[in-house]
């Protein structure tokens, strides 16, 4: 079955510490992996699409990195505005329900001052 | 460029009443996916429609739940009647393609009582 896993489920971090963040992931023919970011009372933004092993993308302090079996979202010297949930999804192929993204549960990212 | 549409934001029913969602799109975004989001959880696709078509509808509960997407640009969402398990946030989401990265909506926060 596929399969999208998050850990940890939560993470309190001080302000300048950082931390990384893992989507593991069990899908047949992986075709995208997602990571959005999702603040209360709003819907998920979109952060990063990789689609290969050891592929890097960057956006300000944050930077996802992917392995054939999982994703890590980096997040370098963190502010208190970076706090929300990030939530990481998977597309297994392009035609017909495998097109759909499948989301894990969501990490809850405090970064206190 | 303007973002997904969704209304209402905020929704209140009594169980077995019905009600109903509305989402526009990005314009010329061919696929639109309805979510359903219980708390502390991630998305869970409802239906995906590619244009007017419905591409996947699996997780729909089709005895209960009805969407229609008229002349491939705005959708609806419908609920008919509502059980107290129906209580979650409701977003749409569209892409460029089947293959393109999502953009969120708000959401429409559903409580049943």
């Known amino acids: 079955e596929d399969q999208v896993t998050q850990s940890p489920e939560a993470l309190r971090l001080q302000e300048g510490e950082s931390s990384s963040l893992n989507c593991s992931y069990t899908v047949s023919g992986l075709r995208g992996l997602f990571w959005y970011r999702q603040d209360p009372g709003k819907g998920p933004e979109f952060l990063f699409t990789?689609?290969?092993a050891g592929e890097e993308k960057e956006k300000e302090r944050l930077k996802a990195t992917l392995t054939k079996k999982e994703s890590f979202l980096h997040i370098t010297a963190p502010k208190p505005e970076d706090s929300a949930t990030y939530l990481c999804a998977v597309r297994r192929g392009y035609g017909g329900s495998q097109g759909n993204l499948i989301f894990g549960k969501g990490t809850k990212l405090s970064v206190k001052p | 460029e303007a973002g997904v549409a969704q209304s209402p934001r905020y929704k209140i029913i009594e169980k077995r009443q019905s009600v109903a969602f509305w989402c526009n799109p990005i314009s010329g975004h061919a696929t639109l996916y309805w979510y359903q989001q219980i708390l502390g959880q991630g998305p869970k696709l409802l239906i995906q429609?590619?244009?007017?078509?419905?591409?996947?509808d699996s997780q729909l509960p089709k005895d209960r739940f009805s969407a229609e997407r008229l002349k491939g640009v705005d959708s609806t969402l419908k609920i008919q009647p509502a059980k107290l398990e129906d209580s979650a946030v409701y977003l749409c989401?569209?892409?460029?393609?089947?293959?393109?990265?999502?953009?969120f909506g708000q959401g429409t926060r559903l409580t049943v009582v």
């Open positions: 989401a569209s892409s460029l393609d089947y293959r393109g990265e999502a953009f």
């Open positions: 990789l689609y290969s």
């Open positions: 429609f590619q244009n007017n078509g419905v591409v996947d």
